[in-house]
Nanobody
Framework: QVQLVESGGGLVQPGGSLRLSCAAS????????RAWYRQAPGKQRELVAG???????TYADSVKGRFTIAINNAQNTLDLQMNSLKPEDTAVYYC????????????WGQGTQVTVSS
């Protein structure tokens, strides 16, 4: 079982920045894939950014050049730096990880609300 705890959400004005962080209870060496998803009201959950173990990050077209996903191995966290935020970025953001020892199964955090509004 893996516990994921997100933090860093909140209310920000358009053009502002936020940094989300996801703390995982599993050893980082056991994690094969890490990602951030988001779900806006009335919409399906979508992949925002993801990174395979030892791989390079991938981003949704809507966030390229504005968001950066990064692994903090020292603290075993997955961070998402979000810059130049837009109202359409408003959503609940979820952390997601998969393990080498349990392929095909995804672990989810409880979600953190990000609201971009003036």
């Amino acid at each position: 079982q893996v516990q994921l705890v997100e933090s860093g959400g909140g209310l920000v004005q358009p053009g502002g920045s936020l940094r989300l962080s996801c703390a995982a209870s599993s050893s980082s060496t056991n994690i094969s894939f890490r990602a951030w998803y988001r779900q806006a009201p009335g919409k399906q959950r979508e992949l925002v950014a993801g990174i395979q173990s030892g791989g390079t990050p991938t981003y949704a077209d809507s966030v390229k050049g504005r968001f950066t996903i990064a692994i903090n191995n020292a603290q075993n966290t997955l961070d998402l730096q979000m810059n130049s935020l837009k109202p359409e970025d408003t959503a609940v953001y979820y952390c997601n990880v998969r393990l080498f020892t349990r392929p095909g199964y995804a672990y989810w955090g409880q979600g953190t609300q990000v609201t971009v509004s003036s």
